[in-house]
């Protein structure tokens, strides 16, 4: 099948995933659009929301329509990194066995990141950037397609440890959750409180997953796309040559390299669902607010003020 045909069929099938979901997800509609950029760009996604909001509902369906494997892991402050990764254990014959832990899946629902200290949470920097995890010294490969979704709760701060900014960079998109409009409240009260049963089915196999993953890398990119977006983050770095008097004041730093490389993959994803055969200045726009959200540091000038994360990335358009 010629790469022109493969992006058809995809735009159909993205047509079909998206109903699946809407079957159980009411709303939220960009949320899922984003969530599924990321997972065909091979990106993983941070989903900031309060409790309540559908999350886990929201991942464990879009696993259910893809047809694959999903893993839920409830961080704590005791959550150990072999609870996440597995450990070795003495079997009867006297001999070391790999028991596998729950990171061992496609999905990975990460329930509260940041409710566990920076130990844990480093597990699965190695297993997000490399798709394997090294264990007693043994290195073991990860099932592919791999990606981890990791929700956090941006009220209650009490006991909780802030992602370090490496780990933060790992994540594709940060996506911001917020409450449905009151049509598509009363929606999710009346399918969620009656006893009917809604049954999510695969649309997709891993296999088919991981070609559209290829098939989006072929995508070519005009130079001048490319150069838009390497000039967006350049923008967002304060000091910088090209830094906007908004970014001066407001930030102290600004995105790394991978936000350019994120751009450009995750643009390529949006235009392809569109039927585009190449992204465009518009496609890079739609994306950037969800993949420099969370790599722009403000300081404490744009708290005080309530400068949002927002406002700052509009204003580089």
Do not use: C
């Amino acid at each position: 099948m010629s790469d022109v045909a493969a992006i058809e069929s995809f735009v159909k099938q993205f047509k079909s995933l998206k109903t699946e979901i809407g079957k159980v997800i009411i709303g939220q509609d960009e949320v899922v659009t984003q969530i599924l950029i990321s997972i065909f760009s091979g990106g993983h996604s941070l989903l900031i929301g309060v409790p309540g909001l559908a999350k886990t509902l929201m991942v464990n369906t879009i696993a259910q329509a893809l047809g694959l494997d999903f893993k839920r892991i409830q961080f704590t402050p005791d959550l150990m990194p072999s609870d996440i990764l597995g450990s070795e254990i003495l079997d009867e014959d006297r001999r070391f066995k790999f028991i596998k832990g729950p990171i061992f899946s496609n999905i990975i629902l990460a329930d509260e990141i940041n409710r566990t200290p920076p130990k844990t949470q480093a597990a699965l920097l190695e297993a997000m950037q490399e798709r394997a995890v090294t264990v007693a010294g043994n290195h073991y490969k990860l099932n592919l397609p791999y990606f981890v979704l990791a929700t956090q709760n941006p009220i209650e701060q009490e006991g909780t440890y802030p992602l370090p900014e490496a780990q933060l960079d790992r994540f594709m998109f940060a996506i911001n959750l917020d409450y449905p409009t009151f049509d598509e409240e009363v929606q999710v009260v009346k399918s969620t409180t009656t006893d009917n049963n809604i049954t999510v089915n695969a649309l997709f196999s891993a296999q088919q997953i991981v070609d559209f993953q290829h098939l989006i890398r072929r995508i070519p990119v005009a130079d001048n796309v490319i150069e838009y977006a390497v000039s967006l983050v350049g923008k967002t770095r304060p000091n910088g040559e090209t830094a906007p008097e908004l970014v001066e004041k407001f930030i102290d730093w600004g995105a790394g390299p991978r936000a350019s490389q994120n751009l450009i993959l995750a643009a390529k994803t949006h235009a392809a669902i569109q039927g585009k055969f190449s992204p465009d200045i518009e496609n890079v726009q739609a994306v950037a607010y969800g993949i420099l959200r969370h790599r722009i540091i403000k300081n404490y000038k744009a708290e005080a003020e309530g400068v949002s994360e927002e406002q700052i990335i509009r204003s580089l358009f």
